[in-house]
C-alpha cells in the first residue's frame, strides 16, 4: 500500500496530501494506542507482560532458527477504488485514517505486537498515544516526504526493490525484542 | 567466487546476534517499565514497528 499511496501522492506532487497522510496515520494511530491502553484497565495486570514475553520467545526462537519472523497475511490491502487521483488529499484522508488503525493493514513487526501487549500492561493513554503516535509518524514518513523526492530517484528506488530494507527492518525488530526480553527475564515489568 | 556459508553457521551466528544483544541490555539495572526506562523502551519498540509494517505487502 506504501507504493500505491507514493504514486498517488506523486501523482499531482501534493505536499498537502502528503501532510494530510501523516496527519492522519499519526492521529488515529495515537488513537488506537490509548484505547488499547484502556481496554488494558479491564484486563488482569499480567496479561500484557505474558503476551509480550510470548511473543519475544516466538520471533526470537524463529529468526534464530529460520532467519525469518512470522508475517501475518491479513488483512489484504486497501480497496484500490479507494484512490481518487483528482483528489489526491481525499485519497491521502482515506488511506491515512486506515493505515493508521495499525493492525488494518499486515503486521510484520512483532515490536508492534509487543507494544500493544506494554499499553495494555500499563493501562495507561498517554503512554499508548505517544507510543503509537510515533509508529504513526515512522510509518507515514516516506510517504509523506515523496513529494520533496527528485522525481527520477533511481537509486534509491533500486536500492528499496533489493532485500536490504526488509532485513534492516527485522534486524531492528529482533534486537529491541531482544532489549525487551531481556529486560522482562530481569524482572524489569516489576512495579 | 563467492563463499556459501552454511545455514548452520548463518544460525549460530544470528544466536550471537542474539545473546550479544542480551549481554549488552543485561549490563543495564534493571528499572520499572513503568519509569523512564519504560518509555526509552516504548520507543525503541515504536520505532521498530513503524519500520517494520511500513512497507508494502
Redesign the interface.
Known sequence: MAGTMTITVRGGRSIAAGLVFLAANTAVSAAIGAAIAAVGSLLPHEVGLVVAAVVCALYLTLFIGRARVPFIPWPRQLPPTWIDRSRPRLTALRYGAVWGLTFATPVRAGSLLVLAALAVWTSSPVFGAIVFAIVGVVRSVPVAAAPFRPPDDSEINAWRRTAWPRRLAVYADVSVLTVVATFLAQGGGGV | MPVSIPGTA??LV??G??LG??AA??AVP?????GA???G?????????????????
Open positions: 548463518r544460525a544470528r544466536l546476534l542474539v544483544i542480551v541490555s543485561a534493571p528499572d520499572s517499565l513503568t526506562a519504560g518509555y523502551i516504548g520507543v525503541a519498540l515504536a520505532v521498530a514497528a513503524g519500520l517494520g509494517s511500513g512497507t508494502s505487502p
